[in-house]
């Protein structure tokens, strides 16, 4: 099975490039689903219900998000509704949505993906190991392929994650720093890891951001207003090659696709 899960979409130019990359990535490398953090897909800050039906009608299977998940109030009635789209598993039991969903693939088998968000230097959250390992072993009763997106930001948090996680899903990935790495593998006993699937969206940027607005912050530390950059427009994440019985991962490709 060949699974494309996506970086951070960051505004319109991020969905411009899932309408325009999609459908030849698709076709030539014969996806049969098809997962995006879309926590930045709202004019750089979450997600709204409007945004969410594009992206799912430009092919995402599954929409996880991250810390930025509330920032739109109007995807709560959204999200409790839609199990398609994912809040971290990790936050308030009381929050609405949930944190996995099993999905199915365009060759008939069964997807689970489960999203968490980081502990170190973000919001004050839950651990997020014990949750996922939970969500994990009840995913697992229903399929073997179950992605797990860490949302986080220390390096060190995600790589613990995949440890952990080794030899009881398919892929550990990590997404919230933007900037995509180069360390993707597969673990001893069959799991694909990345630290950072990177941005979907403008490079010439920072972080997806108009780059003067962000200077002046940094020099000044004077409040500037974030406008999302458009320029230098790019597709990126990993291509998972899944063993369709077992769930363990075969191959991790990275892409990295500009817009044209």
């Not at 949750?131 to 697992?140: G, H, I, T």
């Amino acid at each position: 099975m060949n699974i494309l899960v996506i970086g951070d979409v960051v505004g319109n130019p991020g969905r411009q490039a899932i309408a325009e990359i999609y459908p030849e990535l698709r076709d030539r490398h014969q996806v049969d689903f098809f997962i995006a953090n879309c926590e930045n897909a709202a004019h750089g800050a979450g997600i709204t219900p409007k945004i969410a039906d594009e992206i799912f009608r430009l092919g995402v299977d599954v929409i996880t998000m991250g810390d930025h998940v509330w920032d739109q109030k109007d995807v709560y009635d959204y999200i409790q509704k839609n199990e398609k789209i994912l809040r971290p598993v990790n936050l308030p039991k009381e929050s609405p949505g949930r944190g996995s969903v099993i999905g199915v693939s365009k060759n008939g088998y069964k997807v689970g993906v489960i999203n968490a968000v980081g502990q170190v230097f973000m919001r004050p959250v839950d651990s997020p190991f014990n949750p996922v390992k939970e969500e994990v072993a009840r995913v697992a009763r229903e399929t073997p392929i179950i992605i797990v997106d860490i949302h986080a930001e220390a390096t060190s948090e995600k790589i613990a994650m995949g440890w952990y996680l080794d030899g009881l899903v398919s892929a550990v990935l990590g997404t919230h720093t933007h900037v995509q790495t180069a360390d993707e593998q597969i673990f001893p006993k069959g799991m694909a890891y990345i630290t950072d699937l990177g941005m979907t969206g403008p490079y010439r940027s920072v972080l997806g951001r108009e780059i003067e607005p962000v200077l002046k912050r940094f020099t000044t530390q004077l409040p500037a207003k974030y406008t999302i950059a458009t320029e230098d427009v790019k597709l990126m994440g990993v291509l998972l090659d899944i063993d369709n019985l077992t769930g363990k991962a075969k191959k991790i490709t990275r892409i990295s696709v500009d817009l044209k």
